[in-house]
């Protein structure tokens, strides 16, 4: 009986191949037969030469009528929710704006979430990768859900642009976390950290500083570029320690810290830690007066009013997009009206220019048959963004370079929360920019 | 003779890792103090630090180990039960800060949102046990395991699908903020005063419980044996009731505590500290709560003074992030010279 059921099952797997087998190649191409074309125009010219792909690493047709499909891979749950939602409306907005059509083809947006680490990321490069329709990702928010999904994701030859993955690694030829396809509209780490740095040197006047990371990639390299500019500039650095994602009692590190008296304590790390840090760092004695500051990782709606009282007078460095810019304007108001409110974050604009600038390569490079037909080859989609200059974004002109880094560093400034944000404001106003 | 039989190389391999263990822990503590990098001041902050972190892990440990002293199960859906009592006590807190009743009557709203959680808590395991275990009462050990699990997967992702992912920030009490001082340059933050304090209560008032209260006899009976404790007349589904109710009130309570420390909420939050409360009743001998007790606060003071007290001196960087590993050493290392934990029982056959 086992046995019967194990052969029929098998029949059943066999069959399902064999189908699934002969499904794909009469779907990818739909070539019209030639005789038919010959025998009902016989008087037009002679239909055009069927596309062939003759692309590196291949290309992706959209049959008339079938959506040219992207996907975001976003933190969209979770603590780190305002992060992903931040960037999904801004990708909503940019895809609304061209009425949700490209080349005659509806834009279908799906999306996975990353979960803000390797493990999330992890999974959705997996998913991604293994839909061959996907033209392109809009993603990451977090620079360890990049490093685990880039590798897959630049296999399948897709392209990926994130709005704020920014571990200086991701870019950097020489490190294996490097990969062709990806791309970032958010700054390298290498400004902020250097940015942040002089600030509290020049600007605040602290002679000596303390840094906590949380292991992540991205906070990990963020506070040793903060400490490295910092001790460059002549400062001293008292303690680089670290927590883990998911720990609670920050009691204990923060009075390992007071031992060094830093006059400034920098930890770009994310919610929910940003916060419990910063509500208990003024409780421990030697801490009292010292200045805390944050990076964009806690540049979210949600954590003043976590930290509470005590992030009032707390510094974040982060990205930083003019407001008196009338494209961001009329972006903001596209916002209130599409998704409501404000953006609980600060990448959006980057996610806005991300997905433009997307959407303009895919433009640039598809091949349109006369049905409507459209084929989009992929290397040169890479190449188009590679070659991407001067375009006029909300957070800038960007220009690509050969390792992926369209942003310049300039669109960056320090944020100072007050009781308005603990209240519920957002966004605070910039303090200082560079 | 008889001994050098017995005696096996695992046996001499386990005492030179735990030998070694201990030699880096000296050297290191030697080291650290040496340094004189930190002041008094700075370990009594520490210690403070551990113990009331460690009086949340207790109360939560002591609901493990009652119901495993009476069922032999590890109710794995506790931490929920924990995570629950926090939750109802965030709505209440939340609504009566908007209402500044909180503001007005510091105490009494203190007191309603204990009151409020532990009720939830407790009211959610007598449901637990009814629903989730009772059915399952004369099955293998394993299966109320799997159920456990079960449950607190359910519970988790109720709250998940009914409140959101999201973290929710806890109103701040100004009545519990504010640090008191003591003698010369150290000082108390109010709120760990009052963890530490209403733990130690808690727990008091559970020993007495136990020990001189007539279901406190009968709970021992049914512990040291179901059938004959139900021949003595005892209820004995009652009894088992009356525990858990006992071990989530505590919980619910530990809930609020952690809250008011932490100010954090989300559906995911009992998880670490019911996986560390589960570490410390196995620490202390599950199955015998002044051992969670113990369990529960020797893993919060190690975990806020181990770090800096045996790896700073090795000159280890970020040595907060080897929190965890330290705990968990420890609780390998006991189990391997204590298989039965600090304060552990000798099994008896009937109940092993």
Redesign the interface.
């Known amino acids: 009986m086992n046995k019967r059921l194990l052969a029929l099952l098998s029949v059943l797997v066999i069959a399902s191949m064999a189908l699934a087998a002969c499904g794909t190649p009469a779907t990818e191409a739909p070539a019209p037969e030639p005789t038919e074309a010959a025998t009902d125009a016989p008087t037009e010219a002679p239909a055009p030469a069927a596309f062939e792909c003759t692309d590196a690493i291949g290309c992706v047709t959209v049959a008339p009528g079938d959506p040219i499909h992207i996907a975001y891979a976003l933190t969209v749950?979770?603590?780190t929710?305002s992060l992903g939602d931040d960037s999904r409306g801004a990708i909503e907005i940019a895809i609304a704006d061209r009425g949700g059509e490209l080349l005659g083809h509806p834009i279908e947006l799906s999306g996975e979430d990353t979960l803000c680490n390797a493990e999330g990321g992890q999974a959705a490069g997996t998913k991604i990768s293994a839909d061959p329709t996907i033209v392109g990702v809009i993603g990451t928010n977090c620079s360890s859900e990049a490093r685990a999904a880039m590798p897959l994701i630049s296999q399948a030859g897709m392209v990926m642009i994130s709005p704020s993955n920014t571990n200086p690694d991701l870019t950097n030829p020489d490190h294996p976390d490097a990969h062709p396809g990806y791309f970032r509209t958010a700054h390298n780490d290498l400004f902020q950290g250097r940015i942040a740095a002089e600030f509290a040197y020049n600007e605040l006047g602290v002679r000596s500083v303390a840094t906590i990371?949380d292991?992540s990639p991205y906070a990990e390299s963020l506070q040793k570029v903060f400490a490295d500019v910092f001790r460059e500039l002549g400062g001293t650095v008292t303690a680089?320690?670290?927590?883990?994602v998911?720990?609670?009692?920050m009691?204990?590190?923060l009075?390992?810290i007071?031992?060094?008296a830093p006059e400034l304590i920098y930890y770009p790390i994310f919610?929910?830690e940003v916060?419990?840090v910063t509500?208990k760092a003024k409780?421990?004695?030697?801490l009292e007066n010292a200045i805390l500051m944050g990076a964009d990782a806690g540049f979210s709606d949600?954590f003043p009013?976590?930290?509470?009282?005590a992030a009032v007078g707390m510094y974040l460095s982060g990205p930083y997009v003019d407001v008196n810019n009338p494209a961001y304007g009329e972006f903001l108001a596209k916002w209130a009206d599409q998704i409501g409110g404000v953006p609980p974050s600060g990448f959006h604009a980057h996610a806005y220019d991300a997905t433009n600038m997307l959407l303009n390569a895919i433009e640039q490079v598809a091949v349109v048959d006369a049905d409507g037909t459209v084929h989009i080859p992929r290397q040169a989609l890479r190449d188009a963004l590679y070659g991407l200059s001067g375009f006029a974004g909300l957070t800038g002109n960007l220009t690509c370079d050969a390792n992926g880094d369209c942003a310049t560093g300039e669109a960056l400034g320090v944020f100072q929360l007050s009781q308005a944000e603990v209240d519920g404001a957002w966004p605070p106003p910039v303090f200082w920019q560079p | 003779m008889q001994s050098l039989k017995r005696f096996s190389w695992t046996d001499v391999f386990m005492w030179v890792v735990g030998a070694a263990l201990l030699t880096l822990i000296v050297v290191g503590s030697y080291l650290t103090l040496q340094q004189g990098?930190?002041?008094t001041?700075?370990w009594f902050?520490?210690a403070v630090?551990?113990l009331a972190?460690g009086s949340v892990y207790a109360l939560i440990a002591l609901g493990y180990t009652l119901v495993y002293g009476i069922l032999r199960m590890i109710n794995f859906a506790h931490s929920e039960i924990f995570m629950s009592g926090a939750y109802i006590g965030f709505f209440v807190a939340t609504s009566m800060q908007r209402s500044g009743f909180l503001r007005e009557n510091p105490v009494l709203g203190i007191v309603f949102i204990f009151l409020t959680a532990m009720t939830t808590s407790a009211i959610l395991a007598i449901l637990l046990e009814r629903i989730a275990y009772r059915p399952l009462r004369g099955a293998p050990r394993l299966v109320p395991l799997i159920t456990a699990i079960g449950a607190s997967f359910f519970l988790q992702y109720t709250f998940r699908g009914l409140f959101g992912?999201?973290?929710r920030?806890y109103p701040?009490i100004d009545f519990i903020r504010g640090?008191i001082p003591l003698f010369g340059?150290f000082?108390i933050?109010k709120i760990q005063l009052i963890v530490i304090i209403a733990a130690a209560l808690m727990m008091a008032a559970l020993a007495f419980f136990v020990q001189y209260t007539k279901t406190g006899k009968a709970m021992r009976a049914v512990s040291e044996d179901k059938s004959v404790a139900a021949l003595m007349g005892i209820d004995v589904d009652k009894i088992i009731v009356r525990t858990f109710v006992i071990g989530a009130s505590l919980a619910g309570a530990a809930g609020v505590l952690?809250c008011f420390?932490?100010?954090?909420v989300?559906f995911?939050m009992g998880f670490?500290p019911g996986l560390k409360a589960f570490t410390a009743a196995v620490l202390g001998g599950i199955g015998n709560p002044p051992g969670a007790m113990l369990g529960g606060l020797f893993l919060g003071i190690f975990?806020?003074?181990g770090?800096?007290l045996f790896l700073?001196g090795l000159g280890i960087?970020?040595?907060?992030?080897l929190?965890?590993v330290i705990a968990f050493t420890m609780l390998v290392m006991i189990l391997i010279f204590r298989p039965t934990g600090i304060l552990g029982e000798r099994l008896s056959k009937t109940k092993a």
């Open positions: 749950s979770g603590a929710a990371h292991g680089q320690e670290a927590i883990n998911g720990d609670t009692d009691g204990p590190v009075t390992t007071a031992a060094g919610e929910p916060a419990l509500s409780e421990i004695s030697g949600t009013e976590a930290a509470g009282s | 990098k930190y002041t001041v700075q902050d520490l630090f551990g972190q992912t999201q973290n920030a701040e640090a340059s000082q933050q952690y420390m932490f100010r954090i989300t995911y670490i975990e806020s003074l770090p800096t700073d960087p970020a040595p907060y992030q929190k965890d």
